[in-house]
């Protein structure tokens, strides 16, 4: 089945061949669902400190970045493209009719003037059609404006990433996603030294562009803002693709005979944050962002999620170094067991079996994991995975956030598990990435395997099943130690269409 030239395909990959007949497996077993427990919630999973605990909790973050020897990365997967936030003006452009006619184009053409992007898009327009935007409009000549956006000899915003597009107007000028990004980590996430490390991930094609910005913009930021920049970017690497198989399992194979592999989704970037060298890691979506009118709220409750991920490492910490000193009592360990159950939602029906040395045994392996606390929204209808209580291969209970791909809908009371659940993940989390003797934490040992899933697509006319990674954060930190935090909705503001953009929270 495998070829020599699928051997030099492989070797240039970095995948050996085992891992490819893992892969191949995967297709014909598939991957089972999920055992819920139950859907989180407030005191049920998901904490909601009160004033008290959150000034506590914003003074320890305050006091750790004040504190030598700490270092705070700001990863952001900022690699997809912005062709589906186009998918609706790529249809206009290839529509039978000229004028805006659905209720979407309509309100395009309405709101233009407000665009962030307007003036690069007016002066595209004028260098492409010797008109400007309100020209072009009033001649019916719609179809021109949407291309001068899309298209390579205009803004090229179909092909672009969503970092590097305009989003938000200000006096001097307008920003895109990734100066915002900057922004927020000189508000949160700056070391005692004033240093801000912020991390990228980008598409091979696309990261010279993000390094111009960067050195074009970030001067100006760390002037306004007192600080120092150390940004860095990374790719999703070729060993993390995954192969692609035919609807009866067997490895597709394109036109010249060679093996198809396709990118295995943002579960391949745990490798990418197994890279980096970090204490403390803030991970968040290119796409939501505030303008700075609007940053308070995002800023106080990063700082909020971060003060509780300190504190809930130092006492794991002082756990830790108390098993591996040997001086314990059986109190102790009962100490340990409620923090591991109560503080950390870690469950074992199994424990009160447990004989002392059992019990430190299991409490040391529970403890000594890397940690996320994840902020999570009230849920009001915007699509993303939420915050369950799900059983572990080995029997015990732990939140996770799941997609509603892990969750069997059709056995009813899992469908309404999901359906009833109070809160959705809009990808807010804080990762403590060392263990308590400063040593990184190897992150793919943390990865559960099982929770990959499969999708349907074509590649030149052909059907094609492929392969997706466990998520980035699902699967891939389902071994972790997971705290859920209630955050307010005005935290999330995701640009998923164009028309986002012109929602009250981005202008």
Avoid at 450 to 474: C, M, R, V, Y
């Amino acid at each position: 089945m495998i070829t020599e030239n699928d051997k030099l395909l492989l070797t240039r990959k970095g995948i050996k061949e085992e891992k490819l007949n893992k892969q191949l497996a995967c297709f014909a077993s598939g991957f089972p669902y999920l055992k819920l427990h139950a859907a989180a919630s407030i005191g049920k999973g998901i904490m909601q400190p009160d004033a008290e605990a959150q000034a506590a909790y914003l003074k320890a973050w305050d006091a750790y970045t004040q504190e030598a020897g700490h270092r705070i990365v700001k990863f952001v997967p900022a690699s997809g493209a912005a062709s589906r936030m186009f998918k609706n003006m790529f249809a206009f452009a290839d529509a039978d009719y000229d004028v805006p006619t659905t209720d979407f184009e309509k309100a395009f053409f309405t709101n233009i003037h407000s665009a962030a992007f307007y003036g690069a898009l007016n002066e595209a327009c004028k260098r492409l059609h010797h008109k400007d935007i309100d020209a072009l409009m009033a001649e019916g000549s719609f179809k021109a404006v949407v291309r001068a956006m899309l298209e390579p000899e205009g803004l090229n915003y179909g092909a672009l990433p969503k970092g590097l597009l305009l989003f938000h107007n200000y006096p001097e000028g307008p920003r895109t996603p990734l100066e915002e990004h900057l922004v927020e980590g000189a508000l949160y996430a700056r070391e005692n030294d004033g240093t801000v490390h912020v991390h990228f991930t980008v598409s091979p094609e696309h990261r010279s562009l993000f390094e111009a910005l960067v050195k074009e913009k970030a001067p100006i930021y760390a002037a306004k803002y007192g600080v120092t920049y150390d940004v860095s970017f990374s790719e999703q690497k070729p060993s993390t693709d995954t192969v692609a198989a035919n609807p009866d399992n067997t490895p597709f194979r394109q036109k010249d005979g060679s093996l198809l592999f396709r990118p295995g989704g943002h579960g391949a970037l745990i490798e990418n944050l197994n890279d980096i060298e970090a204490d403390v890691v803030f991970v968040k979506n290119i796409d939501n962002v505030v303008p700075d009118r609007l940053k308070d709220d995002t800023v106080t409750y990063k700082k909020l999620i971060a003060g509780i991920l300190v504190t809930l490492q130092q006492q794991a910490f002082a756990y830790l170094q108390k098993l591996d000193s040997g001086h314990y009592t059986m109190d102790d360990l009962r100490e340990m067991l409620q923090f591991v159950q109560k503080q950390l939602c870690c469950k074992n029906p199994e424990t009160k079996l447990l004989e002392d040395t059992e019990l430190a045994i299991y409490l040391r392996q529970k403890l000594n994991r890397p940690m996320r606390v994840c902020g999570m929204v009230r849920n009001v209808g915007e699509p993303g995975g939420g915050p369950f209580l799900a059983y572990n291969a080995d029997g015990t209970i732990s939140l996770q956030i799941l997609e509603s791909s892990q969750i069997d809908m059709n056995d009813p009371e899992k469908k309404a598990m999901f359906e009833q659940g109070t809160h959705f993940n809009p990808v807010d989390l804080v990762c403590a990435v060392r263990n308590y003797k400063g040593e990184d934490f190897h992150l793919p040992d943390f990865v559960d395997p099982q929770t990959g899933f499969i999708s349907h697509k074509s590649k030149d006319g052909k059907e094609l099943k492929a392969l997706e990674l466990p998520g980035l954060w699902n699967g891939a930190m389902s071994n972790w130690n997971t705290v859920f935090v209630e955050v307010p909705l005005s935290t999330f503001n995701p640009v998923k269409t164009v028309n986002d953009l012109f929602r009250e929270q981005h202008q």
